[in-house]
């Protein structure tokens, strides 16, 4: 039997990484990560206005150098053996598009327009457009938000594009359609970028443009004229259908096979979100809690259709038939800040050393902070009486969406630390976790185990350890730190026909688990109470705020 390969290609917020992969063992054998250039300079960005802009050439120039870079040192014989590229992107990540599929900030004109590049995941100004959106289709003689969790986020894709529209005609009069992150980049391989024929991404408009067979499609020409009338006729120019990632979006094209060295024939997949294929990576099961820990986190569930299909679970990021795994309904939830809430406080932390004393003691302090925090922090004793802070420092994205919430802290006082200020922050983002546990438990999903993969989880025990003490459930860590990429490289494993079904790829392709986390009985006890100090510290703030 031939050996084969594919690449799986993950852009994450900062970076964008490839892998290839032997599709018989799993087995890495090249791999690359490319820093966005323009990202990393604070580029058509305002953190203050929770604005975050990413250039599509910052996602090319990635494709090329992260990929060529992956294929250094790959032997010949390999590199004529890779058979399909898929990729993951963060999402949702919209962009305007002219008539070709080309985004906007590509044209001469708007190459320095803000609106004109993807929006990112973490943008937040359309808060007031995803409000009108929940009021409407509360309103609505259908619920077209009843399979998104019944709440509409100002991180999705129709909060993002009406406020585009309402607040730059110049772009309004451009744009001729609208593309996910996921799926452009997927069709630039392919050499056709045509939005109108181009294959959309079923997790993408699912979980985040309300897209539902039930619906036909996409919400109503009426209630998006009823919404606001600059959006009349766009949905005619969106799509109908959507696809699995473990389908073909088409082959490579002749460019993009010679610039990286591949066979002409190799199978460009269909994209999808980095967690939802970070879950495949991980090998989820039905009634796994896969948890994406990130800049953000992610968590992921499974079940058959037919078990819990019947379900509307309220607060979540949507229920899609085949997002992540096909002929499973496919769950998310997740924290809008996570490793962002440990980098903003090493930030007001080193901020001040980098104006007093300069960058270079800036930096080594800031590649030792958080170690030194997390290692004094685990030594502290854990006490009802403790401090407890919201993880909201980024808003609420689950359960029960409200990006325009903000973090608080309770019982301070003048001796209160960094290290106890750090302990509080960790222990916020495993309360915040813990509520969206306990929302799928409520709503009649069960968790069978939770696993965690992400920078986070391989690199902090401390917070690992906070967490399985917060939740009072064992915590298995995926041993690949790169398993978006690995999911997907398998589901390219499956539109190049290597494999028929996904669990196929995953039982071959797998990294298995390097590391578990037991819940400390006596800890757990502890975290009950300060749990429901977080709780009503949480109903004061949003009642108050």
Same mark, same amino acid.
């Given at each position: ?24 063992? #799993? ?47 790959? @032997?010949?014989?390999?590199?004529? !053996? ?5 990729? +993951? ?25 803000? !609106? ?17 959106? !929940? ?58 970028? *045509?939005?109108?024929? &181009?294959?959309?991404?079923?997790? =993408? ?16 020409? +009426? ?12 949905? +005619? ?7 699995? @990632? ?25 994209? =999808? ?84 004393? #300069? ?34 420092? !980024? ?14 802290? &309770?019982?301070? *006082? ?49 917070? &690992? ?19 978006? =990429?690995? #999911?997907?490289? &398998? ?9 028929? *079904? ?12 390097? =590391? ?19 709780? *009503? ?9």
């Amino acid at each position: 039997m031939k050996t084969t390969y594919t690449i799986g290609v993950d852009y994450g917020t900062d970076s964008v990484r490839a892998l290839v992969v032997n599709t018989q063992t #799993g087995e890495n054998v090249g791999t690359a990560v490319h820093y966005y250039k323009r990202w990393k300079q604070g580029l058509y960005c305002n953190p203050s206005t929770s604005q975050f802009r990413q250039h599509p050439f910052d996602y090319l120039e990635g494709l090329e150098s992260a990929i060529t870079g992956a294929l250094e040192g790959v @032997s010949a014989e390999t590199k004529e !053996n890779i058979v399909g590229i898929s990729i +993951d992107t963060t999402g949702s990540t919209p962009v305007a598009v002219d008539e070709n599929g080309t985004p906007l900030a590509m044209l001469p004109e708007f190459a320095e327009n803000p !609106n004109g590049m993807f929006i990112l995941w973490k943008d937040h100004t359309a808060n007031a457009e995803a409000e009108e959106i !929940n009021r409407l289709a509360r309103s609505w003689s259908v619920d077209f938000t009843k399979y998104v969790g019944g709440i509409y986020s100002s991180e999705w894709y129709w909060a993002k594009i009406l406020r585009t529209l309402r607040v730059d005609k110049s772009i309004r009069e451009k744009a001729f359609s609208w593309v996910e992150h996921c799926d452009w980049i997927s069709a630039v391989l392919t050499g056709d970028t *045509n939005p109108l024929t &181009m294959k959309r991404s079923r997790c =993408a408009a699912g979980h985040k443009a309300m897209w539902h067979e039930e619906f036909e499609g996409l919400p109503s020409e +009426d209630f998006f004229t009823k919404l606001d009338p600059l959006l009349a006729g766009l949905r +005619d120019r969106l799509f109908r259908n959507t696809y699995t @990632s473990d389908e073909s979006m088409g082959k490579i094209s002749i460019e993009w096979a010679t610039k990286l060295g591949l066979s002409k024939n190799v199978t460009i997949g269909v994209g =999808a979100f980095d967690c939802h294929m970070g879950a495949v990576g991980a090998e989820i099961e039905p009634y796994d809690f896969v948890r994406v820990m990130g800049t953000s986190t992610c968590d992921m569930l499974i079940a058959p259709t037919e078990e819990i299909g019947h379900l509307l679970i309220k607060g979540i990021c949507g229920q899609v038939d085949g997002s992540i795994i096909p002929n499973m309904l496919g769950m998310e939830a997740g924290q809008s800040a996570y490793g962002d809430y440990y980098a903003w406080f090493q930030s007001v932390i080193t901020e001040p050393v980098r104006e007093l004393l #300069g960058e270079k003691a800036a930096e080594e302090l800031s590649q030792k902070l958080i170690p030194y925090l997390s290692e004094k922090a685990s030594l502290l004793p854990i006490s009802e009486n403790d401090p407890v802070a919201t993880d909201w420092i !980024n808003g609420r994205r689950t359960p029960d969406a409200n990006h325009e919430l903000k973090a608080a802290f &309770m019982g301070l *006082n003048l001796g209160t630390d960094a290290i106890k200020i750090f302990k509080m922050i960790v222990e916020a983002t495993a309360f915040g976790s813990k509520a969206i546990v306990d929302r799928f438990i409520d709503e009649g999903v069960p968790i069978k185990q939770v696993i965690a993969i992400g920078g986070v989880a391989k690199k902090s025990p401390f917070v &690992m350890q906070t967490l399985s003490d917060v939740l009072n459930m064992p915590i298995k860590v995926a041993s690949s730190d790169q398993a978006c =990429a690995l #999911g997907a490289a &398998m589901n390219a494993s499956v539109a190049a026909g290597v494999y028929s *079904n996904l669990q196929d790829a995953q039982k071959a392709m797998g990294s298995g688990f390097d =590391a578990r986390y037991e819940p400390r009985a006596g800890n757990v006890e502890v975290y009950q109470k300060l749990y429901g100090k977080y709780q *009503n510290l949480g109903k004061y703030t949003e009642k108050n705020a």
